[in-house]
């Protein structure tokens, strides 16, 4: 299948690579036309790592031929660039064809489906709860990727479309996905956030001293116990929608292949295979400055609205605001533009299984 991928980073790099290795034909589409200044003279994409690969990629001149070209379009950069990207997709995207959001946040599949729904096109959107590979770019044409995961979740809007993406993921990346009960179980399915800002609030001094250090090594018990916290609060929200979630012990475990245990036990084990990787080197991180307003903010807003307050992500948000000296929820652009502020229960479930 033709996939066009909107987004230029190690996750669309290592989706590229999966998908060229797999036989399928990638496009990539870099909204700033930097990163992929080298692939377009016809340079391979080098992946190395849980994916070994040398592979071809076409490179898309603007978002209009990446769209126009494809079977089914990906997006895959971080959640504050998707509102712009969801903006320069939608005029071209076609009835019926799909579009596949890796990973979902703050609702992004609400907002993309008003887009469309003012052009009166109708198109399967597939939201998954994190990415298919971890990993990071190391040049211009090269991808490290640390991880391919065991298990992914995965919805669709509108709901009656999820036989649908279900065989379009597998036909793409294989049978690793697990349907969810709805576009909302995935938006508690995101554990990145609640994980970051335990990593990244408990080891602060580490980034913002340009330090290197092991991420998983520092998760330590204490640590741990506050990420546990952190999932218990999301896993009490998903209960109050009546939503089945996988736990963040199960995350850790089939996302990196190590026997169950608590949080720090199974970052300690990846720590020891030296599978724990490095923690951010700087404050300027997405642990921060993405996963706040786009992760953690509409974890709060699920909760205000379950009746069941996200009271440590709410500190958290307010903690990583006054030690970056400025107000990290006004970053969101998705929640403001889809104005469901003060929404009804009912009202979002409704409109999480039907769309606009």
Known sequence: MRVSILGAGAIAYGLAAYLAEAGHDPMLWSPSGERTKALATGESLTATGAIEATVSVRIAKDCKEAVATADVVMIALPANGHKKVMDAAAPYLREGMPVIISSHSSFGALYLSRQLAQRKVSLPIVVWGTTLVTGRQSGPTEVHVASVRQKLDVATLPFDAMDQGFRLCTTLFGDRFVMRDGMLAIALSNLNPQNHLGIALLNLTRMEKGEQWSQAGNVTP???RFIEALDAERSAIAARF?????????HFS??????????SEMNQEMDRQGRGGFGPSTIESRYVLEDV????LPTVFLGKISGNPAILHEAGIAIFSAAYGRDLKADNDILPALGIEGIGKVDLENLCRKGF
Do not use: K
């Not at 089939?254 to 949080?263: K, R």
């Not at 307003?293 to 953690?296: H, S």
């Open 293 to 296: 307003p786009f992760g953690l």
């Open 222 to 224: 204490a640590v741990g």
């Open 254 to 263: 089939l996302s990196f292949h190590v026997p169950m245990g608590t949080v």
């Open 242 to 250: 009546g939503i089945a979630v996988r736990t963040v012990e199960e």
